[in-house]
């Protein structure tokens, strides 16, 4: 690959200046630059990986520009949305990183009920911007999540079980492609593409917008987790099983398994104390839906009860400061075949093993809305699967090596004890070392076929390959 540097003159002898890049407008960040670590770094700070050039685009034409500088000069390709994926592939070693940091604009259209939202933005933005109209779509549960990456691999989340994945509700892209062609994908341009895109990831283009369906929803709502003593955890489990089984699907749960977060609501005494939570929001009337989570607040005997009238705004980032950025990650999920006695006794087991009081594990409940489209309408597989689990091993960056050791071996033996009990993946909770196997899962056979089919049409030679990477076929 030729040697790249963010100065305009006096190149190295061979060496290419990204000054050169025609048609870019935005900020090169090179090794010298003053803000290079702080660019490069993304939200797992365990990932450290040096790219050449990080080219921060201001729009479409950015990236235009930048796809095919980095196709001439046979350069590595990473694309940056929201810089939150655990495995850290929205940076590459060498190369160059389609930075969309910059392009974050929101634009709601309340008449069509749809919101336009750049390719960088997070989702903090986009419900900021749509909550002002008393609006939503399926987003994530931390709002410092970014929407590109989450929303091309799926997009679970609070409202998905009234109003599906995020993919259900994309109503069409504005895509880059490896060629450096800008192509639009709906339901009537490049249909194929359209339904790579709601699932397979980054590996067809780089997504410079997305317009996504909106539905009315708050601005209040019921929502907040009821926690519980660890010593609770089966029985919780046992009551929680029956009561998601007959819950509307206005009604979203999450549960989490580790320790009291510090969060100014909650008295300092519980603070790191083990504990379950079941997190809710209901989609729907906060009349409605008080009534419907009252049998979660009355069970057993609460440590705490957050679940309450509450702005969903506030409750989309309630949980931002649980997962800050520069902490070290490490992350083992799978979708589970049911939430049977034996997976209870197993999460009962092994929750509260973890050293580190920021380590833990959540579990979406799914269904709903998500269940009922076809299997095979998008390319995110699985839709059958009502429970998945993710076990997240947190630490300080200046701890010790033993602790890192702890707190991966803890996840490993985790996820191994219900290896019976698996039944596929959510791609984009796939970490680094998980084997690249595990995209098939995450797909299974037929999609991925039919993916690798598409990725051939629109990326033939991989230049979209540093995420969870679909061969072309
Ligand atoms: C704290 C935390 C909470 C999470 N919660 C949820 C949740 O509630 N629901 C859920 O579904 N997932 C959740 N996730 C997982 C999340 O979906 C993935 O981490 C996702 O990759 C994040 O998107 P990003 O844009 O921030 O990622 P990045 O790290 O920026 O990108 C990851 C990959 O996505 C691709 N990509 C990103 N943006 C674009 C774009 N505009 N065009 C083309 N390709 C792009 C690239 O291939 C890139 O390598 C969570 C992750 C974290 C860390």
């Given at each position: 690959m030729?040697?790249?540097t963010s100065e305009g003159a006096g190149p190295a002898s061979g060496a290419v200046t990204g000054a050169e890049i025609p048609g870019f407008r935005g900020e090169l960040i090179g090794a010298e630059h003053a803000n290079y670590d702080d660019a490069r770094a993304v939200w797992n700070g365990i990932v450290d990986r040096r790219p050449q050039l990080i080219a921060r685009c201001t729009g479409t034409a950015d990236v235009v520009a930048v796809v095919r500088f980095a196709r001439d000069h046979d350069c590595e390709i990473a694309v940056r949305g929201g810089g939150h994926n655990v495995a850290g592939t929205a940076v590459c070693d060498d190369g160059i990183v389609i930075d969309l940091?910059?392009?974050?604009a929101v634009s709601v259209d309340p008449a069509e009920r749809t919101v336009h939202v750049q390719g960088g933005a997070l989702w903090r933005d986009v419900d900021h911007e749509t909550q002002a109209h008393a609006l939503a779509t399926t987003g994530g549960i931390v709002g410092h999540t970014g929407v590109g990456g989450l929303s091309l691999g799926g997009g679970i989340?609070?409202?998905m079980r009234k109003y599906g994945l995020t993919v259900d509700n994309l109503v069409e892209a504005e895509v880059v492609t490896a060629a450096g062609a800008i192509v639009r994908a709906s339901a009537n341009e490049h249909p194929d593409l359209f339904w790579a895109l709601r699932g397979g990831g980054g590996n067809f283009g780089v997504v410079t917008s997305f317009r996504f369906a909106l539905h009315p929803l708050g601005p209040t709502v019921i929502a907040g987790p009821v926690f519980w003593a660890a010593e609770d955890t089966a029985d919780v489990l046992h009551f929680y099983r029956e009561f998601v089984a007959d819950a509307p699907d206005e009604l979203g749960t999450v549960v989490r398994l580790g320790t009291v977060p510090p969060l100014p609501a909650i008295k300092p005494e519980l603070h790191f104390r083990p504990a379950i939570a079941v997190g809710c929001c209901y989609a729907g009337p906060v009349m409605d839906g008080d009534r419907i989570v009252h049998p979660l607040r009355r069970f057993g005997s609460p440590l705490v009860d957050l679940l309450e009238p509450?702005?969903?705004v506030d409750h989309?980032?309630?949980?931002?400061?649980?997962?800050?950025?520069?902490?070290h990650y490490y992350w083992k999920a799978m979708n589970l075949t049911a939430l049977s006695d034996e997976v209870i006794d197993v999460v009962a087991e092994h929750a509260f093993r973890a050293r580190s009081p920021r380590s833990?594990?959540?579990m979406f409940h799914l269904g709903g809305a998500v269940a009922q489209q076809p299997p095979g309408a998008t390319a995110y597989a699985d839709r059958d699967v009502a429970h998945n689990i993710i076990i997240d091993a947190a630490?300080?960056?200046?701890?010790d090596d033993a602790v890192s050791a702890a707190e991966t071996r803890w996840a490993r033996g985790f996820l191994q004890?219900?290896?019976?009990?698996?039944?596929?993946?959510?791609?984009?909770?796939?970490?680094s070392d998980d084997d690249p196997s595990r995209v098939r899962e995450a797909y299974g056979e037929a999609t991925y076929q039919r993916l690798a089919e598409i990725k051939a049409r629109y990326d033939p030679e991989n230049v979209f390959r540093n995420n969870k990477n679909i061969q072309p076929s």
């Amino acid at each position: 690959m030729t040697a790249l540097t963010s100065e305009g003159a006096g190149p190295a002898s061979g060496a290419v200046t990204g000054a050169e890049i025609p048609g870019f407008r935005g900020e090169l960040i090179g090794a010298e630059h003053a803000n290079y670590d702080d660019a490069r770094a993304v939200w797992n700070g365990i990932v450290d990986r040096r790219p050449q050039l990080i080219a921060r685009c201001t729009g479409t034409a950015d990236v235009v520009a930048v796809v095919r500088f980095a196709r001439d000069h046979d350069c590595e390709i990473a694309v940056r949305g929201g810089g939150h994926n655990v495995a850290g592939t929205a940076v590459c070693d060498d190369g160059i990183v389609i930075d969309l940091s910059a392009m974050r604009a929101v634009s709601v259209d309340p008449a069509e009920r749809t919101v336009h939202v750049q390719g960088g933005a997070l989702w903090r933005d986009v419900d900021h911007e749509t909550q002002a109209h008393a609006l939503a779509t399926t987003g994530g549960i931390v709002g410092h999540t970014g929407v590109g990456g989450l929303s091309l691999g799926g997009g679970i989340g609070w409202l998905m079980r009234k109003y599906g994945l995020t993919v259900d509700n994309l109503v069409e892209a504005e895509v880059v492609t490896a060629a450096g062609a800008i192509v639009r994908a709906s339901a009537n341009e490049h249909p194929d593409l359209f339904w790579a895109l709601r699932g397979g990831g980054g590996n067809f283009g780089v997504v410079t917008s997305f317009r996504f369906a909106l539905h009315p929803l708050g601005p209040t709502v019921i929502a907040g987790p009821v926690f519980w003593a660890a010593e609770d955890t089966a029985d919780v489990l046992h009551f929680y099983r029956e009561f998601v089984a007959d819950a509307p699907d206005e009604l979203g749960t999450v549960v989490r398994l580790g320790t009291v977060p510090p969060l100014p609501a909650i008295k300092p005494e519980l603070h790191f104390r083990p504990a379950i939570a079941v997190g809710c929001c209901y989609a729907g009337p906060v009349m409605d839906g008080d009534r419907i989570v009252h049998p979660l607040r009355r069970f057993g005997s609460p440590l705490v009860d957050l679940l309450e009238p509450t702005l969903y705004v506030d409750h989309q980032t309630g949980l931002d400061d649980t997962v800050p950025h520069g902490w070290h990650y490490y992350w083992k999920a799978m979708n589970l075949t049911a939430l049977s006695d034996e997976v209870i006794d197993v999460v009962a087991e092994h929750a509260f093993r973890a050293r580190s009081p920021r380590s833990y594990a959540a579990m979406f409940h799914l269904g709903g809305a998500v269940a009922q489209q076809p299997p095979g309408a998008t390319a995110y597989a699985d839709r059958d699967v009502a429970h998945n689990i993710i076990i997240d091993a947190a630490w300080f960056p200046d701890q010790d090596d033993a602790v890192s050791a702890a707190e991966t071996r803890w996840a490993r033996g985790f996820l191994q004890a219900l290896q019976p009990h698996r039944a596929g993946v959510y791609v984009n909770f796939l970490d680094s070392d998980d084997d690249p196997s595990r995209v098939r899962e995450a797909y299974g056979e037929a999609t991925y076929q039919r993916l690798a089919e598409i990725k051939a049409r629109y990326d033939p030679e991989n230049v979209f390959r540093n995420n969870k990477n679909i061969q072309p076929s």
